[in-house]
């Protein structure tokens, strides 16, 4: 891991880091220092979490950024910021830019390089830049991008954008009172003016930034009288602190490890703050939180384990099949009662391994039984709190001649490092642990039980708080926690502080604050904003103005839907190679230096200018200067999916999501288990005009939405949003169809905005819920016609055309489509499946609108991880179909055919694609006969429906459309 004194340098001022690179260069030309640039950061941020660090360009980021434009400034310009993305328009083409400039009377030289062209003039010593030498001229790759359209509320948070759905809508949530009702509230006012405050201002990260700097400095102390000069883990204990404090301890601060002290609310917190966050649990753990203790899936480490029995309790939780998985198992301390006071927890210390008394022998045990017992556990060190009286912090430290002398002037650290020293002593000569030959303790534990090793056995030392953090860190403790001095004051009380976390627990972090600074600016001003709907959570916000923080996007055109909360900006490629190679809707993740640009111009080929001059009216959009960036798969949702894993190869799982969606489509598991296959295909191969590994299913008899109006939204398109990263629905209400403003394809006019996003410009492996029962009785007109024409090719071609001023290209897609139809679709699609319902008002209201008893978080995670893995390009790829049952195939088909002359090759065709993702549905990597069978005995089930739909349209034809 890089230290964290690196990450902030590098995350707030990397632009200065960059300098200094540049300065140490022996080669200055742009293209060979681009490519140091990023090396020298990709190897910085290659950790997970170390990438997790880097702020994310969200609305809210964009916001304050655009605002500059209007006089105010951000401190968001010239961070380092992280995007996934969708590329949108690569059509842009190259810029030439300044790439280094130097001037009178300075040796060295300004590098222009991401961004920083104009860093001459923002010199200190900018006078002197008048004679600027312009012959160094770089060239990079310009491309519009936009946020993935379409994207769940839960992918938002898994790609660490803000939870809301839309920061508009978010911010228009105040209600402003009258003039009136403002009188005699000028106290609440304040409050909510200075919790703005805390907001905008966080503590926090100074704060742990204050504490790094007292144990680095101690560290450096304890090196002058013999310590180890290692720096322990600071654990910010975050007990009764709201979310946001420690979000922006963990942006901004780069603070990873957090400690909590009660379950619930660790629990509680841990649901709305990044995965990443590696927790720390602190307080005494009782019997029947340890279930709801296990569920958190980034629990860090326990450092409270005082007894056999809580031990127990934490396997029991952690082996349940209910559990989370886990990378690795769960690190624990064994808490010591080092100061022997009755009000605290643990053990007593064992002050001497050669005579070991009862007193003592419940540590030993307690260790051996983690050891041998508990497999989900691992003994990682030993902790205490220790007594306030025994805090020799300052006077200690600094009267100190030798290590020895701090470890004496505290009783408490002298009896944990005697104990941890006797406990390897004796854990290393236990007969229970050497005969116990299970091979994780051995390969666990090797340094632990390796004779003649370290002492410290691998076993860490937990103490040190506020007070005493720094005799701590001089005399060697691995872990320091600290409160207080990292967050300031807590709450009251408990109470007190639940209440002030409420809403961010609620509806989430970037949500709450935006709610609260859009209420503190709408009281301010005196004006209405917004008024409150009825039902928790939703506003109706004022269409002509939404709010005052409200992300409005510039150029909403190049949005493929900008009614959903999104951010458009370009991207600044300076490995121009590796960004030829980029194609429209695809998913990238780069990480760069954030700034504001404008569209590129006409004549900037030609002239070499950098597209600043007044010349171009194109408004001003966020721009991230691309330090280093790399493609990645829709489902890859940040860890949610483990490369390789085969999640729905557990039938149970399979079967309860496909019970699951079948709420959905009226209690219909047939059609549940077409929509599943279809939502994990992927076209593996193209072969002219034919595109293997899709299946467009059309389930008919899906009635029309019980009210009128397009905005009726399926419980199946809801389920579908709440288990996949992106879900579209498309409306074909004839108004939206005919609407010229709402183009299913990109076209371009030729104007200075370029590429005009289409509404099918989408993310390869996203999921398009198309409803033709929101079409109405009218006139199809020709943007109408144009729009089902390019509906079509893409589910029939699987490619959509894009739309210029002299001609029309079509470029390759891979969309998963679901069409839901009263009859028989008039839309290209592989299987028809009639659904299992009779077509009425009743069933209609319950096919659409909110769905009811959603499952808990932990199940939808479980289920997630499944789908994803089996969605991905690589598992089409990969999957096999072995000669032997090519063959059996061939002959059953050949003999079908004998039995009924009806059966011809489409049949074949819809048989494979069926079989194939049959069997990928069931975590199957080569295809075996009995999945053929099942496949068979499916598309018999579907057919026999679709001939029972016939006869009766043919019994009740005026049912039908």
Avoid at 244 to 264: D, K, P, T
Avoid at 265 to 274: F, G, I, N, S, T
Avoid at 508 to 523: D, K, P, T, Y
Avoid at 615 to 634: G, K, Q, R, Y
Wanted: charged fraction near 25%.
């Amino acid at each position: 891991m890089v230290p964290d004194t690196y990450f902030t340098h590098a995350l707030n001022k990397p632009s200065d880091l960059i300098q200094s690179l540049y300065d140490k260069a022996t080669d200055k030309s742009a293209p060979t220092f681009a490519r140091d640039v990023e090396s020298h950061f990709r190897t910085t941020f290659a950790h997970a979490d170390a990438r997790s660090k880097i702020p994310v360009l969200s609305q809210a980021v964009a916001q304050p950024l655009l605002q500059q434009q209007h006089g105010s400034t951000s401190s968001t310009a010239g961070k380092l910021v992280r995007w996934r993305c969708m590329v949108q328009d690569t059509g842009l083409g190259t810029e030439v830019f300044l790439s280094s400039s130097s001037a009178q009377g300075h040796d060295s030289a300004r590098c222009g390089l991401f961004g920083a062209e104009n860093s001459a003039a923002a010199h200190s010593d900018a006078d002197d830049f008048t004679h600027v030498d312009s012959s160094k001229l770089g060239e990079r790759t310009v491309v519009y991008a936009v946020s993935v359209p379409g994207r769940s509320d839960w992918a938002r948070r898994a790609w660490g954008e803000d939870s809301a759905s839309s920061a508009s809508s978010a911010s228009s949530a105040s209600q402003t009172p009258s003039a009136t009702d403002r009188d005699g509230q000028g106290d609440e006012l304040s409050s909510k003016m200075a919790a703005t405050s805390l907001l905008d201002e966080p503590q926090s990260p100074q704060k742990v930034e204050e504490v790094r700097q007292r144990i680095r400095a101690a560290v450096e102390k304890g090196k002058a009288v013999g310590g180890s000069g290692k720096e322990p883990r600071l654990v910010a204990v975050s007990k009764l602190h709201p979310p946001s404090a420690i979000l922006a301890a963990h942006r901004q601060a780069g603070q990873l490890h957090f400690g909590e002290n009660y379950v619930q609310e660790m629990v509680d917190k841990a649901k709305v703050l990044p995965r990443e966050i590696r927790w720390h649990f602190v307080g005494g753990l009782q019997s029947n939180k340890g279930k709801l203790l296990a569920s958190i899936p980034n629990l860090y480490l326990l450092e409270t384990l005082d007894s056999v029995k809580a031990a127990n309790v934490l396997q029991k939780a952690l082996s349940s099949p209910d559990a989370p998985k886990r990378d690795e198992p769960l690190r624990v301390y064994l808490q010591v009662n080092t100061s022997g006071e009755d009000a605290k927890s643990g053990q007593p210390p064992i002050l001497d391994a050669q005579s070991l008394d009862e007193a003592s022998r419940p540590l030993l045990d307690l260790a051996v039984h983690v050891i041998t017992k508990c497999p989900d556990l691992r003994l990682r060190g030993v902790m205490t709190i220790g007594a306030a009286a025994n805090s020799a912090n300052t006077a200690a430290g600094q009267e100190a001649k030798s290590v020895e002398d701090l470890v004496s002037a505290n009783p408490d650290f002298e009896k944990l490092i005697r104990t941890r020293k006797n406990l390897v002593a004796l854990l290393r000569s236990s007969s229970d642990v050497a005969k116990s030959d299970a091979a994780h303790i051995k390969e666990a534990y090797a340094q632990l039980l390796a004779e003649g090793g370290d002492e410290s056995g691998g076993l860490e030392l937990s103490m040190g708080m506020s007070a005493d953090l720094e005799v701590a860190a001089m005399v060697g403790s691995d872990n320091v926690r600290v409160g207080t001095d990292c967050f300031g004051r807590r709450p009251g009380t408990r109470d007190e502080a639940m209440a002030g976390m409420k809403r961010e627990l609620e509806v989430g972090i970037e949500a709450a604050m935006a709610e609260l600074r859009s209420s503190v600016q709408g009281q301010g001003q005196g004006q209405d904003k917004a008024s409150a709907s009825g039902k928790h959570g939703e506003v109706s916000a004022s269409a002509s103005d939404p709010g005052p923080l409200a992300y409005q996007d510039p150029l909403p055109q190049k949005a493929p839907l900008p009614e959903e909360g999104h951010v458009g900006g370009l991207i600044k490629f300076y490995d121009v190679d590796a960004a030829e190679k980029l194609k429209t809707t695809e998913m990238v993740d780069v990480v760069g230096i954030l700034d504001t640009a404008s569209l590129p111009h006409a004549e900037w080929q030609e002239s070499g200018s950098s597209g600043t001059s007044g010349n171009n009216t194109s408004p001003s959009v966020p721009c991230v200067h691309a330090l280093f960036f790399e493609p990645v798969d829709i489902n890859d949702a940040q860890g949610l999916a483990a490369a390789g894993s085969f999640g729905l190869s557990d039938q149970g799982k399979r079967s309860a999501i496909i019970d699951y969606l079948s709420t959905g489509l009226g209690g219909d598991k047939v059609a549940a288990e077409l929509v599943l296959l279809s939502v994990i295909s992927r076209i593996h191969s193209r072969r002219a005009s034919l595109s293997l590994g899709a299946l467009t299913v059309n389930l008919s008899n899906f009635p029309a939405p019980p009210a009128s109006g397009s905005g009726a939204t399926t419980k199946i398109s809801r389920l579908l949003s709440s288990l996949l990263p992106s879900v579209v629905d498309v409306s074909m209400d004839l108004k939206d169809l005919n609407d010229p403003k709402r183009s299913f394809s990109p076209r371009s006019s030729g104007g200075e905005v370029g590429l005009e996003a289409g509404r099918l410009q989408l993310v390869n492996g996203t999921a398009l819920v198309v409803n033709e029962g929101t079409m109405k009785e009218g006139e199809l007109k020709e943007h109408g016609i144009r729009n089902i024409k390019s509906l079509s090719s893409v589910l029939e071609s699987h490619k959509l055309p894009y739309i210029f001023p002299y001609s029309e290209f079509e470029f390759e897609t891979d969309l998963n489509v679901v069409v839901l139809s009263q009859g028989k679709s008039f839309l290209p699609f592989d299987v028809q499946c009639p659904l299992a319902v009779a077509s009425s008002s009743s069933v209609a209201s319950a096919l659409y609108g909110e769905v009811d008893g959603m499952p808990v978080q932990d199940k939808l995670e479980g289920w997630r991880r499944a789908l994803l893995s089996a969605r991905t390009l690589q598992v089409a790829q990969a999957f096999e179909i072995p000669g032997e049952v090519s063959e059996y195939i061939q002959s059953e088909f050949v003999e079908s055919r004998r039995e009924d002359k009806e059966v011809g090759q489409e049949d074949l065709l819809r048989r494979m694609a069926l079989v194939r993702l049959l069997a990928i549905s069931k975590g199957e990597k080569t295809l075996t006969v009995d999945t053929w069978k099942a496949a068979v005995e499916l598309d018999c089930t579907v057919s026999q429906r679709r001939r029972a739909a016939v006869a009766q349209q043919q019994h009740h034809p005026s049912g039908s459309r």
